[in-house]
């Protein structure tokens, strides 16, 4: 009795201090994930508290999780369609058990959770007449950002932010056609599992390319992987019509001609970035920043939102270093094979430096070296230099590029000189060594 007293006045406190940091905070952003943190890192710097603010219904870091495992089970299904085309002998013909792989991934992704000793809290969020209720508070924050914000609390439209959650634990089987509308990393990683699956996937992009802001090299291996796995790949097109009433047809054109697709199941538009400021009434407002897939905009999405909320701090002409703060985070993105890039594309770095030297090794991995169905494995570096020339930028397309590419930028922040990558000796993955050779 005596301990049940103990943590319910424990629990009282907690909760207490709880409402107290939502009332008070500097700046409270809301389903923010890694981009609020990249953020919350920054400001600590400046002694801004920010505080991180998890809803009920956000669904990105689960989703995430289930895409692992998924992403897993295509590289598997992959793998064995590379050895029956030589000398390694499968058996049977490659067809997905979905039932079984399900529960397989579940357990996976519980065991993942039960390891995180962190738990974040989950919240309410309300906005009413211009403020922000939190578990039924109003805050007084002086800034709040909202990310990916929406008022729709239903759970069974399925989306590119819940898509892995929905394969795994509501569909039956694997879609058998899928429409995706949007050229970035979500849609890119979606197109190319599904279709490792077994799914006929068309993508169509208002873009010339897949993934604009990326390097060239990855842009047209990753366009070239999605037409090898049968994707129907539409550019400079437009979504005109979609219509759900029964089985779902989707109309599209590029201007000149119209197409129309039907009898498809899912229809998957990525979110373009937006960031929108709404105008501070009083100084009892606060001040509310909507920000749209920032993920989408790395790297420049939070140069934007500290130069709007705190342009005192972060003035426009001290941009470049803020630049400098953000510029070696990498990116992975979760082909099959996979991509990874971290620093500046070679135009960025031409804008920036007068001396930029690129090196693009093109070369087929080991693991492809007897198959009749080959990938390209192909790499761009960017080296730049004023006094002393260093590695600016790595842009890697083939397998183990994730892996490749965390232990380089982390070098990357030391600044790597030629002479630094040519006394590295890469011992896995084998790829490595083609960053260090040239």
Request: proline share 3%; aromatic share 8%; with cysteine.
């Given at each position: 009795?005596?301990?049940?007293?103990?943590?319910?006045?424990?629990?009282?406190?907690?909760?207490?201090?709880?409402?107290?940091?939502?009332?008070?905070?500097?700046?409270?952003?809301?389903?923010g994930g890694s981009f609020g943190k990249r953020i919350q890192n920054i400001l600590s710097s400046h002694n801004i508290n920010v505080q991180l603010i998890t809803t009920s219904n956000y669904?990105?870091?689960?989703?995430?999780?289930?895409?692992?495992?998924?992403?897993?089970?295509?590289?598997?299904?992959?793998?064995?369609?590379?050895?029956?085309?030589?000398?390694?002998n499968t058996t049977g013909n490659i067809t997905v058990n979905w039932s079984n792989i399900k529960d397989i991934i579940k357990k996976r992704v519980d065991e993942v959770k039960r390891s995180?000793?962190?738990?974040?809290?989950?919240?309410?969020?309300?906005?009413?007449?211009?403020?922000?209720?939190?578990?039924?508070?109003?805050?007084?924050?002086?800034?709040?950002?909202?990310?990916?914000?929406?008022?729709?609390?239903?759970?069974?439209?399925?989306?590119?932010?819940?898509?892995?959650?929905?394969?795994?634990?509501?569909?039956?089987?694997?879609?058998?056609?899928?429409?995706?509308?949007?050229?970035?990393?979500?849609?890119?990683?979606?197109?190319?599992?599904?279709?490792?699956?077994?799914?006929?996937?068309?993508?169509?992009?208002?873009?010339?390319?897949?993934?604009?802001?990326?390097?060239?090299?990855?842009?047209?291996?990753?366009?070239?992987?999605?037409?090898?796995?049968?994707?129907?790949?539409?550019?400079?097109?437009?979504?005109?019509?979609?219509?759900?009433?029964?089985?779902?047809?989707?109309?599209?054109?590029?201007?000149?001609?119209?197409?129309?697709?039907?009898?498809?199941?899912?229809?998957?538009?990525?979110?373009?970035?937006?960031?929108?400021?709404?105008?501070?009434?009083?100084?009892?407002?606060?001040?509310?920043?909507?920000?749209?897939?920032?993920?989408?905009?790395?790297?420049?999405?939070e140069i934007d939102l500290l130069t709007r909320i705190y342009p005192d701090i972060f003035p426009i002409r001290d941009i470049s270093v803020l630049q400098d703060t953000f510029r070696l985070?990498?990116?992975?993105?979760?082909?099959?094979?996979?991509?990874?890039?971290?620093?500046?594309?070679?135009?960025?770095?031409?804008?920036?430096?007068?001396?930029?030297?690129?090196?693009?090794?093109?070369?087929?991995?080991?693991?492809?070296?007897?198959?009749?169905?080959?990938?390209?494995?192909?790499?761009?570096?960017?080296?730049?230099?004023?006094?002393?020339?260093?590695?600016?930028?790595?842009?890697?397309?083939?397998?183990?590029?994730?892996?490749?590419?965390?232990?380089?930028?982390?070098?990357?922040?030391?600044?790597?000189?030629?002479?630094?990558?040519?006394?590295?000796?890469?011992?896995?993955?084998?790829?490595?060594?083609?960053?260090?050779?040239?």
């Open positions: 009795m005596h301990e049940n007293k103990i943590e319910s006045m424990k629990r009282e406190n907690q909760e207490t201090n709880q409402r107290e940091e939502i009332k008070h905070d500097e700046l409270i952003i809301i389903n669904t990105n870091i689960t989703n995430r999780l289930y895409l692992l495992q998924v992403y897993g089970v295509s590289s598997a299904i992959q793998r064995k369609q590379y050895y029956s085309d030589y000398s390694i995180i000793k962190h738990t974040e809290n989950t919240y309410s969020v309300k906005e009413v007449n211009e403020h922000i209720y939190i578990n039924n508070i109003k805050s007084t924050a002086s800034n709040i950002v909202l990310v990916d914000y929406t008022t729709d609390t239903s759970t069974d439209t399925v989306t590119l932010d819940n898509i892995w959650i929905k394969l795994v634990n509501d569909m039956e089987s694997i879609p058998k056609s899928v429409f995706i509308s949007g050229g970035n990393k979500k849609s890119v990683e979606t197109a190319s599992i599904l279709s490792d699956l077994g799914c006929k996937v068309y993508v169509s992009t208002s873009d010339e390319v897949f993934l604009s802001l990326y390097e060239k090299n990855i842009q047209e291996s990753v366009k070239n992987l999605l037409l090898e796995k049968g994707v129907t790949v539409f550019f400079k097109s437009q979504v005109i019509s979609v219509n759900k009433t029964n089985s779902i047809t989707v109309t599209i054109s590029d201007g000149s001609i119209t197409q129309t697709l039907s009898n498809l199941e899912y229809f998957l538009s990525e979110n373009e970035y937006s960031i929108t400021q709404d105008i501070q009434k009083t100084e009892e407002n606060p001040r509310i920043t909507r920000i749209t897939s920032p993920n989408n905009y790395l790297k420049h999405a985070t990498p990116s992975f993105i979760y082909t099959n094979p996979p991509a990874a890039s971290v620093g500046y594309t070679e135009i960025e770095a031409n804008k920036i430096y007068s001396n930029v030297r690129v090196i693009n090794p093109k070369f087929r991995g080991l693991f492809y070296s007897v198959c009749q169905n080959k990938s390209i494995t192909d790499y761009k570096l960017i080296f730049t230099s004023d006094n002393n020339e260093v590695l600016s930028g790595l842009h890697l397309f083939g397998i183990s590029s994730i892996d490749i590419i965390k232990g380089f930028s982390i070098g990357m922040y030391c600044k790597l000189s030629p002479e630094d990558i040519l006394s590295t000796i890469p011992i896995h993955p084998t790829s490595s060594e083609e960053v260090i050779t040239g």
